[in-house]
C-alpha cells in the first residue's frame, strides 16, 4: 500500500508516492462569458424652452430617427403677436426717444438764452430717461420673442432611437418641462454579467465578440469599454460593458445576448491547474521538487486561467518540477517518489 498510498508512506517515513510534471511555457487564451443586454451609448434628454400648446409629435417610442428631423412642434399664434408687439413698441420708443432729445436740447438752449427755467429742462431730461428705459424694456421683449420662436420646434440633435415620449398633441407644456428622450445607438454597449471570480480577469480594451439570437448566423466584435466594479449581492456578477459599432441601427436598446471575452497571455509561465493549491485565495501554492527529490511549497502568484492550465506570473522558472497528484497529503520536505 505504500507505493499507493501518500498518506500511508509519509506515516512511515517513506517516500511519498506523487505525480509530477515540469513547468513549461505556452500561450493562453482565456474566454470570459456573460450574458446581458443590449443599451445605448449615452442619453440625449430634451426639454422645452417656451410654455405653449402642443400641435404635433410626429415620432413614437422606439422610432429610428436622424439628426434634424422634427420632434415636437409648438402653437406659435401668440409667440408671433408678442413678437409683432414688441417689434412696434421698439419702433414707437425710437420715436419718441428722437422726440425727447430735440425737446433737451430746446430747453438747454432756451436756458442759455435765459428763455426756459432749469426745472423745464430737468422735466425734459426725465422724459427723455423714460424713453430710453421704455425702449430698453421694448427691446429685451423683442429679443425673448424672437427667442421663443426658435424654439417652437424640437428637432433631433443626433442620429438615434426615441428612448421616451413625454408629451402629446394639445397638452400645453412649461419650461424646462421634459418633452423626449434619446438614445445614441451609432455605438451600443453590451451590458454583460460576468461571475464574479472573474472580475481580476477583465480588463479595459480586451476584445471581445458577442453574439444574439436575433442575429443567429452573426457575431459582432467589439471591445470592453467600461467595467463596474460593483458586485451585485443576489446573482454574485459585476456588469462588464462591450463597445460595439452599430452604424445600421440593427442593435437595439434591450436586445439579449452573450459576449465572449478573450483575455490573452503570451509565451508564459504555465501549470497544470490541480497542481495550485488554493487557487482562490492569497495564499496559492505549489510543491516544487527540488534535485535531491523533496517537496517544497511555495507561494505563487497567478494569472490566466484557460484549458485547465493556469500561469503564474511569480514564483516559479521554466523546467522546474511541480506535484500535481498527490499534494493534498504532502509536509514541507518530504521525500517523494514520482510515478
Known amino acids: 500500500m505504500i507505493?499507493?498510498?501518500?498518506?500511508?508512506?509519509?506515516?512511515?517515513h517513506a517516500p511519498s508516492p506523487v505525480e509530477t510534471v515540469q513547468v513549461r511555457?505556452?500561450?493562453?487564451?482565456?474566454?470570459?462569458?456573460?450574458?446581458?443586454?443590449?443599451?445605448?451609448?449615452?442619453t440625449v434628454l430634451l426639454t422645452t424652452q417656451i410654455s405653449a400648446r402642443v400641435l404635433e409629435v410626429p415620432v413614437k417610442i422606439g422610432d429610428i430617427v436622424k439628426k434634424r428631423d422634427l420632434?415636437?412642434?409648438?402653437?406659435?399664434?401668440?409667440?408671433?403677436?408678442?413678437?409683432?408687439s414688441n417689434r412696434q413698441f421698439v419702433e414707437t420708443s425710437n420715436i419718441k426717444i428722437k422726440n425727447e432729445t430735440r425737446q433737451v436740447e430746446r430747453y438747454i438752449a432756451l436756458v442759455k438764452e435765459h428763455m426756459g427755467t432749469p426745472l423745464d429742462l430737468e422735466k425734459a431730461e426725465i422724459a427723455l430717461a423714460d424713453a430710453r428705459e421704455e425702449l430698453a424694456k421694448a427691446t429685451l421683449g423683442l429679443r425673448q420673442a424672437e427667442i421663443a420662436l426658435e424654439h417652437v420646434q424640437i428637432r433631433s440633435p443626433i442620429d438615434s432611437i426615441v428612448l421616451e415620449r413625454l408629451v402629446n398633441p394639445d397638452e400645453t407644456t412649461h419650461t424646462d418641462q421634459l418633452v423626449i428622450k434619446l438614445g445614441a445607438i451609432g455605438t451600443v454597449l453590451m451590458a454583460a454579467k460576468v461571475t464574479e471570480e472573474k472580475i481580476h480577469s477583465v480588463q479595459l480594451g480586451l476584445s471581445a465578440e458577442v453574439s444574439f439570437p436575433a442575429f443567429p448566423a452573426e457575431a459582432f466584435q467589439g471591445k470592453v469599454?467600461?467595467?463596474?466594479?460593483?458586485?451585485?449581492?443576489?446573482?454574485?456578477t459585476f456588469t462588464t460593458y462591450v463597445e460595439i459599432n452599430n452604424p445600421d441601427f440593427r442593435l437595439k436598446p434591450g436586445l439579449s445576448g452573450f459576449a465572449h471575452i478573450h483575455r490573452t497571455a503570451k509565451d508564459v509561465t504555465v501549470v497544470p491547474s490541480v497542481a495550485i493549491i488554493n487557487p482562490s485565495g492569497d495564499q496559492a501554492s505549489v510543491f516544487v521538487v527540488d534535485s535531491s527529490g523533496h517537496a517544497n511549497l511555495r507561494k505563487v502568484g497567478l494569472g490566466v486561467v484557460a484549458n485547465?492550465?493556469?500561469e503564474v506570473t511569480s514564483g516559479l522558472t521554466e523546467g522546474e518540477r511541480v506535484v500535481t497528484v498527490g499534494q493534498l497529503y504532502l509536509r514541507e520536505n518530504d521525500k517523494i517518489r514520482s510515478t
Open 3 to 12: 507505493s499507493t498510498d501518500t498518506g500511508k508512506a509519509s506515516g512511515v
Open 25 to 42: 511555457r505556452q500561450t493562453l487564451e482565456e474566454v470570459i462569458g456573460g450574458s446581458g443586454t443590449v443599451e445605448q451609448f449615452n
Open 71 to 84: 420632434l415636437v412642434r409648438w402653437d406659435d399664434r401668440l409667440i408671433q403677436a408678442t413678437l409683432e
Open 225 to 236: 469599454f467600461k467595467i463596474d466594479p460593483n458586485i451585485d449581492p443576489v446573482t454574485r
Open 308 to 310: 485547465a492550465m493556469t
